[in-house]
């Protein structure tokens, strides 16, 4: 797979997912709603002087981790419906897979409480705190595909050793997947702050609904970076991945 065919099938696959799972697309969207509305509670939109003096209360911190767990939890049903292509599949809880996936659910939400609440939230530590869970997360990004497939043999250590030659690439993946959407987001909330007061919860509105197709782009992202290594190191990640092909825009089980 190419750089530019697994940032079409990244895409391709996210809105997919949107569109067959719009239910489960909106966990993200209704965390990101309830952190702005603490953000609003708390005064945060009033000025720049009152975002600066809020944005790191504790209320919003919470909501904050919130919203880390509400990006997290979807990768189990974003990887299984790029796996199988089967909206029915993907919304399945099995024993299995849902217990691999605790444990990986566990391991990103304890990086998510060091980096909001033990880390001091200066800029400088933050941006170190970001590059660091950045190269960790996409070193575990097979173990994450693997989980929620019940494939119990790719673990934390294991998915380090596949991504390790990969890491430049899939993080490159990442980014240009990423940013694209990443820009909007910030800007909507500049604009939630500068802008006139009637046009605050019309755009809190719409950033809380681009939240909702960041998390399957990231997940999906992250998906095909995983495949991709594992294939290289003749690894399974759980099931035969379904693959991109840009001639059609449709994907194909390999076999």
């Known amino acids: 797979m190419t750089f530019w065919q697994a940032i079409?099938?990244?895409?391709?696959?996210?809105f997919a997912f949107l569109v067959a799972c719009p239910l489960l697309a909106l966990v993200p969207v209704v965390c990101e709603l309830v952190q702005h509305l603490a953000e609003v509670h708390l005064g945060?939109?009033?000025?720049i002087a009152a975002a600066k003096a809020f944005e790191h209360h504790p209320l919003r911190m919470g909501?904050?981790?919130l919203k880390v767990a509400s990006l997290t939890v979807p990768c189990y049903w974003v990887v299984r419906f790029l796996a199988y292509r089967d909206p029915a599949m993907a919304r399945r809880l099995e024993p299995v897979p849902a217990r691999l996936f605790a444990g990986y659910f566990a391991f990103q939400m304890a990086m998510?409480?060091?980096?909001?609440?033990?880390?001091?939230q200066t800029p400088a530590v933050q941006l170190v705190a970001f590059v660091a869970a950045l190269v960790v997360s996409t070193a575990i990004v097979a173990w994450g595909v693997a989980a929620p497939l019940g494939d119990a043999a790719v673990g934390p250590v294991r998915s380090a050793r596949v991504m390790a030659r990969h890491l430049p690439w899939s993080i490159a993946l990442y980014l240009a997947a990423f940013l694209p959407l990443l820009v909007p987001h910030y800007a909507l909330g500049a604009l939630a702050l500068l802008g006139p007061a009637p046009l605050l919860w019309p755009v809190?509105?719409?950033?809380?609904?681009?939240?909702?197709v960041m998390a399957p782009v990231m997940i999906a992202a992250g998906y095909h970076a995983a495949q991709r290594a594992a294939a290289s190191a003749q690894v399974s990640l759980g099931v035969a991945p379904t693959v991109f092909d840009p001639r059609c825009g449709a994907g194909f089980r390999q076999s």
């Open 63 to 65: 909501f904050g981790l």
């Open 204 to 212: 809190l509105v719409v950033d809380s609904l681009l939240v909702g």
């Open 112 to 120: 998510a409480v060091i980096q909001l609440f033990v880390l001091p």
């Open 8 to 14: 079409k099938a990244t895409y391709s696959g996210s």
């Open 44 to 47: 945060m939109y009033a000025s």
